[in-house]
Structures are given as structure tokens and as C-alpha cells.
């Protein structure tokens, strides 16, 4: 079992930054890729960024490139994603997720959320114009 637990989220202006982090519980955090995802009001599940287990791979939705950061540190059993320059759009419920399959190569990473196993229960992120 994987338990999540996300936080950092909060009102914040358009143009600010925040960081969202994610704890997790277990053993071999280390040797799952994790995930960011969140859900608008009235809207399905997006992808946002995911890294590797390694930390060596990252992705991230094009809405975000260039603007939000994700990182991990094994060490702490926890994965991070720094935004700035943040856009009222970027209002949503932040989800982090892990992909706890076995036998994952070190580089791989996924953007589709049925690829994840575990989830927390969100933090809330809005901009305000």
C-alpha cells in the first residue's frame, strides 16, 4: 500500500508561484514514477507532469512547459512541483499519483492517469485574475 499525502496549495495572484509537495508512505518510493494531475470545476483529469523513478525523465502538459517543475527526492519519500507564473486557468484540485508497477525501467514515465495505482486526495490551487 502507498499512501499520499499533498500539500502547498492555496490562493495565490495571477503571475504568483506556489509549490505543491507530496509525501509518501513506503518502502520503494523510490522506484516509482509519480505524476501530477488536476481536475477544474466541470472538467475531466488532466495531465500536468510526471518524473521517473530515477528523477532523470520528465514530462509535462504543454499549458504548463516552461512554467511548472516537478522534482523528487527519494530521500524524503516525496515529489514536488514548483509553479510559477500562474494563470487563472491553473485553478484546480492538484492530484499527485504514483505508478507503483513492478519493473519499471528508470526512464519511464507516464502521462495517462489509469497508468497510476495510488492517489491522494487533493489540495486546492486557485488563481485569482
Same mark, same amino acid.
Given at each position: 500500500?502507498?499512501?499520499?499525502?499533498?500539500?502547498?496549495?492555496?490562493?495565490?495572484?495571477?503571475?504568483?508561484?506556489?509549490?505543491?509537495?507530496?509525501?509518501?508512505?513506503?518502502?520503494?518510493?523510490?522506484?516509482?514514477? @509519480?505524476?501530477?494531475?488536476?481536475?477544474?470545476?466541470?472538467?475531466? !483529469?488532466?495531465?500536468?507532469?510526471?518524473?521517473?523513478?530515477?528523477?532523470?525523465?520528465?514530462?509535462?502538459?504543454?499549458?504548463?512547459?516552461? !512554467?511548472?517543475?516537478?522534482? !523528487?527526492? %527519494?530521500?524524503? %519519500?516525496?515529489?514536488?512541483?514548483? @509553479? %510559477?507564473?500562474?494563470?487563472?486557468?491553473?485553478?484546480?484540485?492538484?492530484?499527485?499519483?504514483?505508478?507503483?508497477?513492478?519493473?519499471?525501467?528508470?526512464?519511464?514515465?507516464?502521462?495517462?492517469?489509469?497508468?497510476?495505482?495510488?492517489?491522494?486526495?487533493?489540495?486546492?490551487?486557485?488563481?485569482?485574475?
Amino acid at each position: 500500500q502507498v499512501q499520499l499525502v499533498e500539500s502547498g496549495g492555496g490562493l495565490v495572484q495571477a503571475g504568483g508561484s506556489l509549490r505543491l509537495s507530496c509525501a509518501a508512505s513506503g518502502r520503494t518510493f523510490s522506484r516509482y514514477p @509519480m505524476g501530477w494531475f488536476r481536475q477544474a470545476p466541470e472538467k475531466e !483529469r488532466e495531465f500536468v507532469a510526471a518524473v521517473s523513478w530515477s528523477g532523470g525523465s520528465t514530462g509535462y502538459a504543454d499549458s504548463v512547459k516552461g !512554467r511548472f517543475t516537478i522534482l !523528487r527526492d %527519494n530521500a524524503k %519519500n516525496t515529489v514536488y512541483l514548483q @509553479m %510559477n507564473s500562474l494563470k487563472p486557468e491553473d485553478t484546480a484540485v492538484y492530484y499527485c499519483a504514483a505508478d507503483a508497477r513492478p519493473g519499471l525501467i528508470s526512464s519511464f514515465y507516464s502521462t495517462l492517469g489509469t497508468r497510476y495505482n495510488y492517489w491522494g486526495q487533493g489540495t486546492q490551487v486557485t488563481v485569482s485574475s
